[in-house]
């Protein structure tokens, strides 16, 4: 650090192979023992990662190991402060003495993408191939850098165009999941087959590579597509445990249980997809919190959190949640609309319709429809008022997602005009509420719909209480 004596920078032998180990197998014993030697030799800040995953809830970590993990937790932040990016100076520091050390160059890319640095991130990145062209670990983290930015081309390139990738069925796994973001078909799709197909490989090594072949064939309507997700999951990892997840309504039932959950270290997004289905909308927006210190770079926490929050009435919250994936993805429509919802509910109308307005001009993309924000602004008009409007405009939303054949948006479309009904007193409120309990029932992966309609519930009864106690009954 400046102004004092400068030690030894180059790392013990011991802690860079327990480094090393935790980043393959990610499991509480490397973990623990990366904590461990991080303490001992003094470089608590390189342990950091690995004691945050023995620290949270499920970890499966014994309480000794957490408290080891706390302490080192402890001497980072004296003052109790979080820090859920990378310390980018230090990390700087490290690769300017050692141009030579790939995983650091990709330690640096992750600084930058946290702190949304996009032309540094890139930079750093583009030395850790030039150091470590084959290394399993800076392919994966350049693809997922690349797919952050949202350039799904050149992350699946990064893999399709690498001579390791037809070996390894880490590598193959992320072709193939890749080529559906960039709208290509996979290149590797048959190697990965044949690896599977093999037997050679532990669960482990191929619960990714399972998963992703099970989502080409759950896509072209194969029923092999549970045995691959049953396969993917006898020794899953985060991402697997979250694509099943996804995949779950898909294969009308549950097919991951809290307990594979709970083996899995960074598995915040398919707990927070768990909490989903089961309709359990508080602990989504806790598990988003672990879900961030995960991937401190990510969005998606703050999209599913925010969404949460707005669903049960958490405005506040729902607020700070889509205000902070804002700073993450500034051009998101999705953000922008959640936004514009919790001003509508705040009663800060002018800045609601300023965000819609621009919102509404700018291109319509495929994760967040030109509808959501449609469906926001009839929610404006009515609150302004405007309610036959309003009415006018919620129905026309609901029709075009009729007409796609959506059936969940269309629900949670109509259970969003029967709570505005509600709130404005409207003569076909209830009219609103059966349609939109109807649909509701009809959606058992659809639980934020039932959520929604029973707030719409509570403001009618709310409101016929208001107009009876004004006529003194």
């Known amino acids: ?108 890319a992750l600084g930058y993408v946290s702190k949304g640095v996009k032309d540094k991130a890139q930079r750093a990145m583009r030395v850790a191939l030039q150091q470590a062209p084959h290394d399993r670990h800076v392919l994966r983290s350049a693809a997922r850098m690349y797919l952050h930015f949202d350039d799904p081309e050149q992350a699946h390139d990064v893999l399709k165009r690498n001579e390791a990738t ?63 997700f049953r396969t993917s999951l006898i020794n899953p990892t985060g991402n697997s445990l979250a694509q099943a997840e996804w995949a779950n309504p898909h294969l ?14 960074d598995s915040g997004e398919a707990r927070a997809f768990h909490a989903y289905w089961q309709g359990d909308f508080d602990s989504v927006i806790q598990v988003c919190e672990q879900w961030t210190l995960e991937e401190p770079f990510a969005s998606k926490p703050y999209a599913v959190g ?15 949640l889509a ?17 514009a919802f919790a001003l509508i509910e ?18 319509q993309t495929d994760d967040t429809p030109a509808e959501f924000l449609a469906a ?44 505005e009904a509600a709130r404005s007193g409207a003569a076909a409120a209830p009219e609103f509420i059966k349609q939109a309990e109807d649909l509701a029932k009809e959606m058992k992966y659809q639980p934020d719909c039932r959520i929604v309609v029973q707030r719409a519930k509570i403001w009618q009864a709310a409101v016929e209480h208001r107009h009876r106690s004004g006529r003194g009954e």
């Open 376 to 419: 926001t602004a009839s929610m404006l008009a009515m609150r302004l008022g405007e309610v036959d409007d309003g009415i006018a405009g919620y129905k026309k939303v609901i029709a075009t997602f009729k007409r796609q054949g959506n059936r969940n948006l269309e629900a949670l479309a109509s259970a969003y005009l029967a709570l």
């Open 252 to 265: 009308g039932g549950e097919i991951v249980t809290s307990k594979q959950i709970d083996n899995v270290v």
């Open 1 to 108: 650090m400046p102004g004092r004596p400068i030690r030894d920078a180059r790392i013990p032998q011991e802690l860079k192979d327990r480094l090393e180990a935790w980043r393959k197998s990610d499991d509480v014993i490397a973990a623990a023992e990366l904590v461990e030697t991080a303490l001992v030799e003094g470089r608590e800040s390189e342990g950091e990662r690995a004691a945050r995953s023995l620290v949270r809830e499920g970890s499966g970590a014994t309480p000794l190991v957490k408290k080891q993990a706390s302490l080192l937790l402890e001497r980072l932040n004296p003052e109790g402060s979080e820090s859920r990016s990378i310390d980018v100076g230090s990390v700087r520091q490290h690769v300017h003495q050692y141009p030579d050390d790939a995983l650091s160059w990709v330690d640096l």
């Open 323 to 339: 205000h902070r994936g804002l700073e993450l993805e500034p051009e998101s429509l999705l953000f922008r609309n959640h936004l």
């Open 346 to 363: 705040k009663g800060d109308y002018v800045r609601a319709s300023q965000i819609l307005r621009q919102a509404l001009i700018k291109k």
């Open 166 to 228: 037809k070996c390894d069925p880490w590598l193959v796994a992320g072709e193939i999941a890749l080529s559906s973001a960039a709208d290509r078909k996979p290149q590797f799709l048959k190697v990965g087959i044949t690896m599977l197909e093999d037997g050679g490989f532990q669960p482990l090594h191929i619960s990714e590579l399972a998963s992703a072949i099970g989502t080409v064939h759950l896509r072209d309507g194969s029923r092999r597509a549970r045995k691959l």
């Open 306 to 320: 925010s969404c949460a929050a707005i669903t049960k009435g958490d405005i506040e919250l729902g607020y700070r």
